[in-house]
């Protein structure tokens, strides 16, 4: 019969707690779809687009401390948050994406099937950077 330290099994369960919010938001950053784009796009461009990897480095911690903050300070989530303190159209808002995941991914099934890679990407790029910009 083993005899469990309370302090440790507490300190353990606030880590754990702690830990949970910003880890799934890795987790969404990093999938299979990721690494195997990463690893196709390093065979071709080789190290032309580091530059731009450094860049994204910055939101992407960002957003990773941000939930990971939220999460320990309050125990809930973003969208728990947003409801609680603002007006229902700005929740709407924050839900958006959410609702229209659905409609993206049949453009994207479309823009493979059709196989107009290049267009959208130049599109993608321009708009990205007026993203970055604003």
Do not use: C, H
Request: hydrophobic share 55%; proline share 4%; net charge positive.
């Amino acid at each position: 019969m083993t005899v469990r330290n309370d302090s440790t099994s507490s300190r353990l369960r606030t880590l754990i707690r702690s830990f949970g919010p910003a880890w799934v938001v890795m987790i969404a950053e990093v999938d299979a779809a990721s690494i195997l784009t990463a690893a196709t796009d390093g065979a071709i461009y080789s190290y032309s687009f580091v530059w731009f990897l450094l860049l994204l480095v910055v939101p992407l911690f960002l957003i990773q401390e941000a939930a990971g903050r939220i999460g320990v300070a309050t125990g809930r989530g973003l969208g728990e948050i947003v409801r609680e303190n603002y007006s229902p159209r700005i929740g709407l808002l924050t839900s958006l994406p959410f609702l229209s995941l659905p409609v993206v991914y049949l453009v994207y099934l479309l823009i493979v099937w059709k196989r107009g890679y290049v267009t959208v990407e130049k599109f993608l790029v321009v708009f990205s950077a007026v993203l970055i910009v604003s």
